[in-house]
Antibody, heavy 118, light 111 residues
Framework: DVQLVESGGGLVQPGGSLRLSCAAS????????LHWVRQAPGKGLVWVSR????????NYADSVKGRFTISRDNAKNTVYLQMNSLRAEDTAVYYC???????????WGQGTLVTVSS | QSALTQPASVSGSPGQSMTISCTGT?????????VSWYQQRPGKAPKLMIY???NRPSGVSNRFSGSKSGNTASLTISGLQAEDEAYYYC???????????FGGGTKLTVL
């Protein structure tokens, strides 16, 4: 079975940093694109970032460009999201998501909550 | 404000059909056949229900169907069941620098 397990969320002060991890199993990780999608409390889904197979090609939403960095370790079947200069509006559940191969999101992790507050 | 526009809520009785709309622009829904739909129950992760406008993943009931006309996509649920009660989100690939956009979500209530 496809499994995506996020970790690393928590409470951080504005301006601080946090690194999220997503451990994957049950599928060809090296051959897959991965995404991060977030959801603020009581709000809708927002796409954050994508990383392609090799890890050198990445894309970001305008709202996080220059502050967040996505990366992957294919040897560890893990994708990361380094979040710097965090703001209150970054408070959300962050989901690790597998790309379905056709510009869709076919498997989602359970999410990890990031709270940015003083 | 979300990039794609969905009704905030819809409701229907068991057995009825319900259609949820998702309106975008010529940069997203109108440009690509990469519209997908997700079901999210409270406290759970979203689940892919429809991809490429009208395709169902394996395991998704054939009561769910999708379509598109111009800049508007639609999700239709036939034979409503209590278990269909959830939030539904549409998404589209875009030609903008933010590559994917979602709708604000529609709460489906089965009366």
């Amino acid at each position: 079975d496809v499994q995506l397990v996020e970790s690393g969320g928590g409470l951080v002060q504005p301006g601080g940093s946090l690194r999220l991890s997503c451990a994957a199993s049950g599928f060809n990780f090296r051959g897959s694109y991965l995404h991060w999608v977030r959801q603020a409390p009581g709000k809708g889904l927002v796409w954050v970032s994508r990383i392609m197979r090799g890890g050198s090609d990445t894309n970001y939403a305008d709202s996080v460009k220059g502050r967040f960095t996505i990366s992957r370790d294919n040897a560890k079947n893990t994708v990361y999201l380094q979040m710097n200069s965090l703001r209150a509006e970054d408070t959300a559940v962050y989901y690790c998501v597998r790309d379905g191969g056709n510009y869709n999101f076919d498997y989602w992790g359970q999410g990890t909550l990031v709270t940015v507050s003083s | 404000q979300s990039a794609l526009t969905q009704p905030a809520s819809v409701s229907g009785s068991p057995g009825q059909s319900m259609t949820i709309s998702c309106t975008g622009t010529s940069s997203d829904v109108g440009r690509y056949n990469y519209v997908s739909w997700y079901q999210q129950r409270p406290g759970k992760a979203p689940k892919l229900m429809i991809y490429d406008v009208s395709n169902r993943p394996s395991g998704v009931s054939n009561r769910f169907s999708g379509s598109k006309s111009g800049n508007t996509a639609s999700l239709t649920i036939s034979g409503l069941q209590a278990e269909d009660e959830a939030y539904y989100y549409c998404s589209s690939y875009t030609s903008r620098s933010t590559l994917w956009v979602f709708g604000g979500g529609t709460k489906l209530t089965v009366l």
